[in-house]
């Protein structure tokens, strides 16, 4: 499809037909989506350049029912959702505007390198593309209009110049003098008609042009005539041969990729141009290398480049760094001491060195600060730079914008913790600087170590990371979130405290970090100081939404956070756009920096307590919701689900033990229990039901005998078998006999048998089991089948467990659910294995680990490696076999599956004895039993093999 908003809106089909677009809202929403092609444009975008500034009521439904309309006349495919709002998928040399764009460019250059012939054609094709007032369908778009009518007479500027150079200036003369009554303070057109009319033989016309300009710049704003016209009128008066061959015009050609490199002294630059307000650097710029590669390739590409993020992230010295590799004039405008809107165009005036009129007021009417602005970067090529707008969002966004309309060779970058939100931006976050995982391989690796390291070495002569000190770097790093401006404050304090002290001393970071640059804006020398400044520029709305958000450990869904928050997720969105928040993966997160300054302020607000209640009830629910659809068909979905909720699950578990709510607190971890073991969280969670259970007491709470059990099961899942936990494993079989079936919580079924076994009559236990089975729901009865199967295996009536385990197998598959499946082919594989068909345990064994990869499920993977192993030991390849224990081990490690570590260091041990190594097999012996869990009824074969192994390695010692 081919678009058009170089006059009335329209789209042409492949053949060229026109397409039926509709009414003229929808053409509207077209031609603002089309002045955009390829790029997210913004909700509130779209509706003030819809609606203007009397939006309707219900304006995002009315917004949502245009786009879809337009979906309906263009296809679907063609206009995507975005979360940030919506996007045109079309490339954007199929749009009018944007090919007339590239098209004046290409004019421009080949102007420049001196070809006026094909420069005159590629302008006139470019300006052949209009075909009215541009944007006409978006009668709001007002700037952005403006912007393209700038272009089109900058265009028109570059054609006559291409066609002076070609002697055509008797053919000129009747054009330029309709354009410089319609223009009458364009310079560059009065010296063009200056030099058609010298060119046609009228030398004194073209000096009464000059004469006349001089005196209407005079008279309007109090300034002489530019450089340009100046070097025409001389030119004119001294008959110079130059007025009648090609003249180059200044123009700003195509920037080279930028090179990281020192910044230049004031007013000077390496690579050229007038560098205004730039100051040499006293640190190097460390880390950013690939950022400021970004922004050079948006500054070539875009007339506005906004740097936006959380404050300290470094934006400032990124928009230094880019200034500093332009080749052209720079001028960099701070306006953080900029108290108030009107306050910005005087800024931006004294940065450029621009100076109030010397004659007295009465001789000259006054002339205020934009419209000397526009005068004087009319026809003047520069990037400008405004750091730290977020104060003066709206005065700097409608500066740009005017400026942006009216002077064709100007650039803006500007940085800011929030978007200027005008059309033709582009938007370039600023995240932290790349953060190492806890235990990295090599530190130095990531670039938040690096800029640690060498602010440290500045402090501390000498400093350098290595191996006494990287976990504490690495710790004060991820602490501080990545964020230069506090990793910065951090390396400070090493002038009175060792690494470790402020590793130590992060819990109080805002008191920790304190001792910023004397010479540093106020707001940068604290690290409190940093986020309050932040937090000064919310609305009250923002400021109770960011305070309540701070209970959310692991970020928030637009929902939760809504529920749990109270305010609409409007607020939500606008805190991202402030950068408070960031949106990742679906999620908002607050760095923990920021999180840690909200979470002071919602103790302040005295909510502290109701806040965090309605997040475990949020949480509550969602477990409610999700534990038994994680064993169906859809728990791979439910599985990711609480992954991204899997910190606040915890966290709320937390709350419940800290505040008094020990009912609400079994209820959450009973039912998270099954994520969590199917995910490995073994320990931490382990912890959890501890202190959970320290906090009820001895007595079980009426009516949760279930959720109890489930709570004093998950104590055991350390595998540490001490006094207290063997009491807590005879309080379970007291509690609920082994008939229970449980009614509340499910996945108890599993985790009892597993913890505690059969009782002593195992034939008994199966009669039961038979007696049950079949008016059991779907899962339970699948498990029950598996544990009816090991049952009889137990009984050595090998051929029936064969045919029950294929049973519990079919159940499984037909549910859908993969752990349980998983679990069966593990049992067929041990049959298998024990019968001594070790090819057939192999197959079953590789096709349980297939599943726990797709599960994710690292405790199942380690243990179908390490049946995978056992069984290659009994194909006689020891050497498969280890690379199998040695992966299981690894995997067990991570997730602190004691009794699968176990199993990997006994086979390990095993194939050491094979290869005749008895002294390591006798020390992975020892290891292994010393992390057997000794009371769980499921680990008592591999306790069995231990003692097996090792007395055949003392016995051939």
């Not at 990371?465 to 404050?489: F, S, T």
């Not at 979905?637 to 606040?648: F, G, K, T």
């Not at 599993?750 to 089991?769: A, C, K, N």
Request: glycine content about 8%.
């Amino acid at each position: 499809m081919r678009f058009e908003i170089l006059g009335p809106t329209s789209v042409l089909d492949e053949d060229g037909a026109p397409v039926a677009l509709g009414g003229p809202r929808v053409r509207a929403l077209l031609t603002l989506l089309a002045l955009n092609a390829g790029r997210v444009v913004g909700a509130g975008q779209l509706v003030d350049d819809l609606y203007g500034p009397h939006p309707p009521d219900g304006v995002a439904n009315a917004l949502q029912s245009q786009v879809s309309r337009l979906r309906r006349a263009l296809g679907r495919d063609v206009v995507e959702f975005h979360p940030a709002g919506y996007r045109l998928v079309a490339d954007p040399h199929d749009v009018d505007a944007r090919r007339f764009e590239l098209l004046a460019l290409d004019g421009r250059r080949a102007l420049a390198a001196g070809d006026a012939g094909r420069a005159a054609a590629l302008l006139s094709e470019a300006l052949e593309l209009w075909r009215g007032a541009p944007l006409a369908d978006a009668p709001h778009a007002v700037s952005a209009a403006a912007g393209l009518e700038e272009l089109r007479l900058a265009a028109v500027e570059d054609r006559l110049q291409a066609d002076l150079a070609l002697g055509r200036h008797r053919d000129l003369v009747a054009e330029l003098r309709r354009l410089t009554a319609a223009h009458p303070l364009r310079e560059r057109l009065r010296a063009q008609l200056m030099r058609a009319l010298y060119g046609s033989g009228r030398q004194a016309e073209a000096l009464a042009v000059y004469d006349e300009a001089r005196r209407l710049l005079d008279r309007e704003l109090g300034i002489e005539p530019g450089a340009e016209l100046a070097a025409a009128h001389l030119a004119v008066l001294r008959a110079d041969p130059s007025l009648t061959p090609q003249i180059t015009p200044q123009i700003t050609a195509p920037n080279p990729p930028p090179v990281p490199s020192s910044l230049p002294t004031p007013g000077a630059s390496p690579r050229g141009g007038l560098k205004q307000g730039l100051r040499a650097q006293l640190t190097s710029f460390v880390g950013r290398a690939e950022e400021l590669a970004q922004v050079g390739a948006r500054l070539r590409d875009s007339r506005l480049v906004t740097l936006i993020g959380p404050g300290g992230a470094g934006k400032t010295r990124l928009a230094q760094e880019a200034a500093a590799q332009e080749p052209g004039d720079v001028c960099f405008v701070p306006l953080a001491h900029v108290a108030g809107a009107a306050g910005v165009p005087g800024a931006v005036l004294v940065a450029l060195d621009i100076r109030d009129a010397l004659l007295p007021a009465p001789q000259r009417a006054a002339v205020g600060p934009v419209t000397r602005l526009l005068t004087a970067l009319a026809e003047r090529d520069l990037l400008l730079v405004l750091d730290n707008c977020e104060h003066l969002v709206a005065a700097v966004a409608e500066l740009a914008d005017v400026l942006l309309a009216s002077c064709p060779g100007l650039r803006v970058l500007t940085t800011s913790r929030e978007a200027l939100g005008i059309t033709g931006e582009s938007i370039l976050p600023v995240s932290p600087l790349r953060l190492p995982p806890p235990e990295p391989d090599d530190p130095l690796e990531y670039a938040a170590v690096r800029l640690f390291a060498d602010r440290a070495a500045a402090v501390r002569p000498g400093f350098a990371v290595d191996a006494g000190n990287a976990a504490d770097v690495v710790r004060i790093c991820r602490a501080l979130d990545g964020l230069p401006l506090a990793i910065e404050l951090a390396a400070a304090r090493l002038r009175t405290l060792s690494v470790a002290d402020v590793a130590a001393r992060l819990d109080d970071r805002f008191r920790l970090l304190t001792r910023g640059s004397r010479t540093a804006l106020p707001r940068h020398q604290t690290l409190r100081a940093v986020v309050a400044w932040s937090w000064d520029l919310l609305d009250d709305a923002e400021q109770r939404l960011a305070a309540r958000l701070s209970v959310f450990v692991g970020g928030a869904t637009p929902e939760a956070a809504e529920r749990v928050c109270g305010l609409p997720e409007e607020v939500l969105f606008s805190l991202a756009e402030k950068s408070l928040v960031e949106y990742v993966g679906g999620r908002y997160r607050m760095l923990d920096t920021i999180r840690a300054f909200c979470a002071e302020r919602l103790a302040d607000s005295g909510e502290t307590t109701a806040i965090r209640d309605a997040h475990t009830a949020y949480y509550l629910d969602l477990v409610l919701t999700a534990d038994p659809l994680l064993r169906t068909a859809d728990q791979l979905v439910w599985l990711a689900r609480l992954d991204e909720e899997s910190d606040d699950l915890e966290a709320a578990v937390r709350w419940t033990t800290a505040s008094g709510q020990p009912e609400t607190g079994l209820r959450l971890l009973a039912h998270s229990a099954c994520y969590w073991w199917m995910r490995g969280h073994r320990g931490v969670v382990a912890g959890l039901a501890a202190a959970l259970l320290a906090r009820i007491g001895d007595a079980c709470p009426a009516g949760m005998e279930e959720e109890y059990v489930m709570c004093l099961l998950v104590t055991a899942w350390t595998g540490v078998a001490d006094d207290v936990v063997r009491e807590r494993l005879a309080e379970v079989r007291e509690l609920l006999p082994i008939t229970h079936l449980p009614e509340r919580v499910e996945f108890l079924m599993m985790m009892r048998s597993m913890f505690t076994g059969p009782p002593g009559d195992v034939e008994q236990i199966y009669h039961e089991l038979q007696a049950h089975i079949d008016g059991l729901p779907p899962w339970q009865r699948a498990l029950s089948y598996s544990g009816a199967a090991f049952v009889l295996q137990i009984l050595g009536r090998v051929e029936e467990s064969l045919a029950t385990f294929r049973r519990a197998l079919a159940a499984f598959r037909t549910i859908g659910e993969r752990w349980g499946t998983v679990l069966v082919l593990s049992g067929l594989g041990e049959l298998a294995s024990r019968e001594g068909d070790y090819a057939a345990s192999y197959a079953l064994s590789d096709e349980a680990l297939t599943l726990a990869r797709e599960l994710d499920a690292r405790a199942e993977m380690a243990e179908a490696l390490c049946r995978r192993g056992d069984a290659l030991l009994g194909m006689g390849e020891p050497l498969g076999g280890r690379a199998d224990y040695e992966e299981a081990a690894e995997l067990a490690r991570r997730v602190g599956s004691m009794d699968m570590l176990a199993w990997a260091h006994l086979g390990m041990a095993e194939v050491a004895l094979i290869g005749g190594e008895r002294d390591a097999a006798l020390s992975l012996l020892a290891q292994a039993r010393a992390e057997c869990p000794d009371d769980w009824y499921s680990t008592e074969d591999i306790r069995n093999r231990i003692d097996e192994a090792l007395g055949r390695a003392v016995s051939e010692r």
